[in-house]
Every structure is written in structure tokens, then in C-alpha cells.
């Protein structure tokens, strides 16, 4: 399905008004839409594995860790007229999850944040109904055991939430988790083409044992806070290349970091995250230097590798440089991704936001 995927997609980004035919224009992206919520091509069969996902938005996270094999995630996104679906792939060979269902999050887990408040509304500064923060995870201590809870101490605490599911599947290498939260728990809010509300997924990591590590999809520990720190997305039918000069930067997330602990001399590193379905589609990523007035000093090819288990979806590119080759604090980075045929698909920067509550990793 991933490669079917790939031909779909290479084909909309080679030649998209030929290989749409008769099909109708994408609905357009609201304003200050950073992402997508794409329709489910068929139902979906809450067992924990993803094999239904292969179309689904992607937000990958963490591939810049110095671990990537007990951190690097995947987040997808999914809805139909009945439900939102939230799919995570994790590499982590450590899994636990050793705290109380209340603190649910204090292990491996998912905080989740989303606000379907309508209007103005979205994406305020307090919690109100409609705007919901709560926890999941595939584990009770070291067994596969999905459970799930609301957070306490906010407003919508008290918030009943009515059919949800949740499945989950691991082996010795990492895992895999399903999230089922019904419409009818948001009476204001109408599921259908083009209908926008705002989001924020949370990776909880403990190393087998209690929280060690977190990092945010849209957002930053500000999302604990308060919704406005979530990201605004838009339900469509499918994730068209045309959306990607939007919603690039949360697909294609970019990070540039001198790393704390280094085996060479010190290098500044530039990793950008290039999701499942375009694995096959991305043919090059060049990281280009700016100076501080924007003028393009220097063009740096990243090198494309996978990693994580044989035949996995995880792939990235790497670029690194010396430290001594541009001052800190007179340059920024962006990073060009291109098809195969050279095409750029999108152009992204580093997020401006500590996303991680770990850093120099």
C-alpha cells in the first residue's frame, strides 16, 4: 500500500492536472492551517497495527535524537463522519509504562490536545467546553494494555467522553497504537470537508521506566497551558502535493542543532524528517545558509539515509558542517526539498520553539 501510495503521489507532483482527470480540485486550506487531518479510505479496524494508514497526514518526531532508535515517531491523522483517528509509530526497544492511569503520561505515552471550539473561539487562551487535553498509552507497566484518562485540574476535566477506542501492538523493536475519539462528543463541531480545528500530539518517552523525555508535534509545553499553543488543521480528502508549500514544515519538520556530545570535532547538524509516503517520491535535500539578511551564502547537500528495522518507513536527511565555518548567531538554515525529477516539493526552517523538553540531544 505505501509503494501504491508513492505512485499516486509521484505522479500528482510529475504531472498533477493529467493525473487528477476528472477529479475535483482539493478544497483550499483555511488561513493559518499548519496541517491535515486526511479522510479514511476505508474503515478502519481498531487492532494497533497501521496497515490502513499509509494515506494518512504524517507529522514525524524526534528524528534528530541521538537515540533514534528508542525516540524517532511517527504521528498520522485520519477522520470519516464518525471519528477522529490518531495513529502513532514509535521505534523504542525500552517500552514501559510503570505510573498510575492519572498520570498516564509518566512513562511511554501520548498527551493529546485538541480544541473543535467553533469561530473565534479556537485556539483561546482558557480551557473551555470543546477544548480537551488527555492521555493514552499502548502500556500498563511492561504488557501491551491500552488505557487512557482525562487530564485533571483543568476546566474540561469533568469532559465525558463516549466511545472512544484504543488498540496498540509492539514488538522487540518499537510499536504501534490506534486512538478512536468519536464526533458526537463535540455536538459544535461538524465534520466535513474543509471544517478546521486545532491540535497538538505529544510524545512521551520513559526508557522503561517513568518520563524521561517529551516532544510536541505542533506545539511546546505551552500546549499544557493553554490551547492557543495548538496548530490550527484542516479535515480533506487527501494529502495533495498542492497543500505541501502549507503544511511542509509540519510534514517535512527540520532541525538544526550543534549536539552536546560528539564523537569528532565540533559539528553543527542538520536533520530533516521526510515522512513515510513520500520516501519514495523525495529525491534530494539541500540545506542552504543564509546570513542574517537573507542572502543564500552557502548550499550544503544532505545525505538521505533510513534507519530504524529493516524495510521501516523512518527515513531522513543529514547535513553536517564544521562549527568554525559560520558564527553562531550570523546565519540561519532552510532546507529545499526536491522529487527526483528536481521539483521542489516544499522549503522549511527550524520550528521557533523549544519542542523538546531535552535539549542538546
Not at 92 to 112: C, H, I, R, W
Not at 307 to 329: H, L, M, Q, T
Not at 347 to 356: L, S
Request: glycine letters at 6%; proline letters at 8%; one cysteine or more.
Amino acid at each position: 500500500m505505501r509503494h501504491l501510495l508513492g505512485v499516486g503521489l509521484a505522479l500528482l507532483v510529475c504531472c498533477p492536472f493529467s493525473a487528477r482527470g476528472d477529479e475535483p480540485a482539493p478544497v483550499p486550506l483555511a488561513n493559518g492551517v499548519r496541517g491535515l487531518v486526511t479522510l479514511a479510505p476505508s474503515k478502519v479496524e481498531m487492532d494497533g497495527r497501521l496497515r490502513e494508514w499509509s494515506q494518512a497526514f504524517c507529522t514525524p518526531l524526534s528524528y534528530n535524537h541521538k537515540a533514534v532508535e528508542n525516540r524517532a515517531a511517527q504521528f498520522f491523522y485520519m477522520w470519516d463522519d464518525e471519528a477522529l483517528y490518531i495513529g502513532l509509530r514509535c521505534l523504542d526497544k525500552m517500552q514501559a509504562n510503570p505510573a498510575p492511569l492519572s498520570a498516564t503520561y509518566n512513562g511511554d505515552a501520548v498527551e493529546f490536545y485538541l480544541d473543535t471550539r467553533p469561530g473565534a473561539a479556537l485556539r483561546g487562551k482558557e480551557w473551555t467546553p470543546g477544548a480537551i487535553h488527555f492521555y493514552y498509552s499502548p502500556f500498563e507497566g511492561a504488557e501491551v494494555k491500552p488505557r487512557w484518562v482525562m487530564r485533571d485540574r483543568i476546566a474540561t476535566s469533568d469532559t465525558v467522553l463516549k466511545g472512544v477506542e484504543i488498540a496498540a501492538s509492539s514488538d522487540a523493536d518499537g510499536y504501534e497504537c490506534e486512538f478512536k475519539l468519536p464526533w458526537a462528543n463535540f455536538p459544535e463541531f461538524s465534520p466535513k470537508l474543509g471544517a478546521v480545528l486545532a491540535l497538538d500530539a505529544e510524545l512521551c518517552s520513559g526508557d522503561g521506566k517513568l518520563r524521561v523525555d517529551r516532544t510536541f508535534a505542533y506545539g511546546s509545553p505551552l500546549s499544557v497551558q493553554q490551547p492557543a499553543s495548538q496548530g490550527k488543521v484542516e479535515l480533506v480528502k487527501a494529502f495533495d502535493p498542492d497543500y505541501l508549500s502549507v503544511v511542509g514544515p509540519a510534514s517535512f519538520p527540520f532541525w538544526v542543532d550543534t549536539p552536546w556530545v560528539q564523537p569528532e570535532r565540533a559539528q553543527v547538524q542538520a536533520v530533516v524528517a521526510i515522512p513515510p509516503a513520500f520516501t519514495e517520491i523525495v529525491g534530494q535535500v539541500e540545506i542552504r545558509i543564509h546570513d542574517t539578511e537573507g542572502k543564500v551564502v552557502k548550499t550544503i547537500p544532505a545525505e538521505i539515509e533510513a534507519f530504524g528495522p529493516k524495510d521501516s518507513s523512518f527515513v531522513r536527511a543529514i547535513a553536517r558542517w564544521s562549527i568554525d565555518d559560520f558564527a553562531p548567531n550570523t546565519y540561519f538554515a532552510t532546507a529545499r526539498i526536491a522529487a527526483r525529477t528536481d521539483k521542489t516539493l516544499t522549503t522549511v526552517a527550524p520550528r521557533m520553539v523549544a519542542e523538546a523538553i531535552v535539549q542538546g540531544r
